[in-house]
């Protein structure tokens, strides 16, 4: 999932849950889960998020809730091909973005347009922003969408489970939780408008301070204050160049 392209989430308003469901062991045989392995998963999203080609690994198998989830699609200007693909009727220019970047919207069933019969059209040539969608970034952070508006991707999140082979990797997962409960609970630390708004953009941001994070708990500096921290994260997302963690809508 990329920082870069990311689904402008309509309706969600943007709200956290208020509660972190703990991460779990895998469930026992013949529940309704997909296990995932959490230190390959963060590997991996992390290699995606330095790399910024995005194209997440994910095992969505016949589930096409973010496509039918009133989201907005950002397409870039140099992916022509998708461009070529997608009628002109169905796209507009992207708000506050420069010229050539412009948005894929949604049926009145909030739906993706280019679904035909519940699968992708032109999925070999499908948006970056589709290829980096990956849904497990929610269970991995515990930022929840909203249920009433995009109730299926409520669904597939929760049937995502994470497994630990290492107390490390299970470490590793309260870090990240950690992190996100930091962004959460303590946005007055932060300038207005610092932070993102809609839930994958501060699950993506969670990820990527998760290693500030790891070396504050794993080197015994756990009574840092809390502005001190908010102060850290914005450097470091400075210092590295960005990306910022406020997405153009």
Known sequence: MSPHSSLVQIGTGGQPANNQQEPHDPPEEGAHATVCDFAAWLDGTEASLRSGNGCADVPCGNCTACCRSSMFIHIKPNETQTIRRIPKALLFA???????HVLLGYNAHGHCPILVDGKCSIYEDRPQTCRDYDCRIYAATGISVDPQTQAEI???????TFSYKTEESYQKHMIVREA???????K??????????????????????????AARTLGGAADIPDASIAHEIMSALAAAGGPSPTIPK
């Open 188 to 213: 007055d630390l932060f300038q207005p408008g610092s932070l993102p708004n809609n839930p994958v953009q501060l699950a993506v941001l969670a990820v990527m301070i998760y290693r500030l994070f």
């Open 94 to 100: 992207a708000p506050g973005l420069p010229r050539g």
């Open 180 to 186: 996100s409960a930091f962004l959460q609970h303590k």
């Open 154 to 160: 409520a669904q597939r999140v929760s049937e995502w």
